[in-house]
């Protein structure tokens, strides 16, 4: 790609009133973050494929996922999952990350792995594994303090599989009484993000099924509980960008959960089976930011972009790559939307402009502009190619076979 290139670009987006000064800037602020469990073997229910390579522990974890962030220059955070990154010395962990040019991320509590937890954890009739399970919560948010982390991000597998199984209605309140718990534990400036989902592994009720669960949930918590939208938690043909636009509107979105999905929670690399729905998630996010109201603005400046998906088939590191360029690309074209000419033809009731406002700058090649910026960044213009060629991968072979499981 040539100086041409981007020049060409530079005039047509010119002739489009874009200022490419501010998109450049915006698309430099772009922080996503990768999940620890990314790097690790996983399966589906059939089959966990052990690939060569991957990382034994969480430390080697970090390991691979500083990769991530040298070649792209915007993943400086990973995500861990309790129990599956439990260390013992999580100060270690810290440091590890820091030598790393990393930091750590969310705390993910995990309420899903446990015997115990078969019938619920913080819905559980029994009030004992109530108690554990809110042990956990509140263990998670000391590991939080000592990684230096502000974020929990919480997702509960509890719901039933059968009609009567189980009181619906007091469950609401078990999980409200454990996460107020947890909530007072927090501090000020800690977030719960709370993310939900419709069914899996919970075939018949799921107790935080949709974002209205989320939310309710929440507003009853007060300011530091937040909504995580995961893109593959919805049912075929949600309106993903709607749920997006409502959660800003109401300064309730706490972050993300990308992945891509076909039928199921699928998890599969960001922005692979549907990128225009990605673009009008950043669409939407982008109008937040322009919105009078400075508080949804500001809620728009403070969502936590992270990845969420499992790699059965695919090789790690180059899919949390492909994962991070696809959130990186659609950001891109998504800020080439003119909102004026937007708002113009929104105010002219305009169908048809108004649409293409949005879709003319999905349809732009966005490669010169992200050359440019990766230049800018003083990161490969081409990070995949670079990373490949970069012998990582073989270097990491010598870990051989049987990794992390999670
Ligand atoms: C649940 C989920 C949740 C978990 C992760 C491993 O499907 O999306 O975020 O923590 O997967
Ligand atoms: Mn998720
Ligand atoms: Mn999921």
Not at 219 to 239: F, I, Q, S
Not at 310 to 338: C, D, F, G, Y
Not at 364 to 376: F, I, K, N, S
Request: net charge negative.
């Amino acid at each position: 790609m040539s100086d041409r290139a981007y020049q060409l670009f530079e005039e047509q987006q010119k002739e489009r009133g874009i200022d490419l000064a501010q998109v450049k800037e915006r698309l430099k602020a772009l922080k996503v973050e990768t999940p620890s469990w990314g790097y690790a073997d996983q399966g589906t229910r059939f089959k966990t494929f052990q690939k060569v390579g991957v990382p034994r522990n969480t430390f080697e974890k970090l390991e691979d996922a500083a990769q991530v962030h040298k070649f792209t220059g915007v993943c400086p955070t990973v995500a861990v999952h309790i129990p599956w990154d439990k260390v013992s010395d999580y100060s270690a962990l810290k440091a590890h990350a820091e030598s790393l040019g990393i930091g750590i991320g969310a705390v993910n509590p995990n309420l899903f792995q446990d015997d115990d937890y078969m019938l619920g954890s913080v819905t559980n009739s029994n009030p004992a594994i109530r108690r554990k399970a809110t042990e956990h919560l509140l263990e998670c948010v000391e590991i939080a303090r000592t990684v230096g982390s502000k974020d929990l991000s919480l997702w509960f597998a509890d719901g039933t599989n059968y009609p009567g199984q189980a009181d619906i209605r007091k469950r609401v309140v078990w999980m409200y009484e454990c996460l107020k718990e947890m909530y007072d534990a927090m501090d000020d400036d800690m977030r719960m993000l709370i993310e939900y989902k419709f069914y899996e592994p919970a075939f018949y009720h799921t107790d935080l099924a949709d974002w209205g669960m989320a939310f309710n949930m929440a507003n009853k918590l007060g300011p530091k509980a937040e909504v995580l939208v995961d893109t593959g938690h919805h049912p075929m043909g949600t309106n993903i960008e709607h749920i997006v636009a409502y959660l800003l509107g109401e300064k309730k979105l706490g972050g993300f959960h990308f992945n891509s999905r076909k039928y199921g929670d699928d998890d599969l690399i960001v922005g692979s089976i549907n990128p225009y729905e990605l673009f009008l998630i950043f669409y939407q996010i982008l109008d937040a930011e322009r919105d009078a109201d400075p508080g949804v603005a500001a809620n728009a400046a403070r969502i936590a972009y992270m990845i969420d998906q499992s790699h059965n088939i695919e090789e790690k590191i180059p899919a949390m790559i492909r994962s991070v360029l696809n959130v990186q690309t659609q950001l891109a074209k998504a800020l080439l939307i003119n909102f004026d000419e937007l708002r113009e033809a929104q105010e002219r009731q305009d169908v048809l402009a108004a649409e293409n406002a949005v879709r003319s700058a999905f349809e732009c090649d966005v490669t010169p502009l992200l050359r440019a910026v990766r230049e800018e960044m003083g990161v490969p213009a081409d990070p995949m190619k670079a990373y490949l060629a970069s012998g990582y991968a073989e270097k990491i072979a010598a870990r051989g076979k049987g990794g992390a499981s999670w």
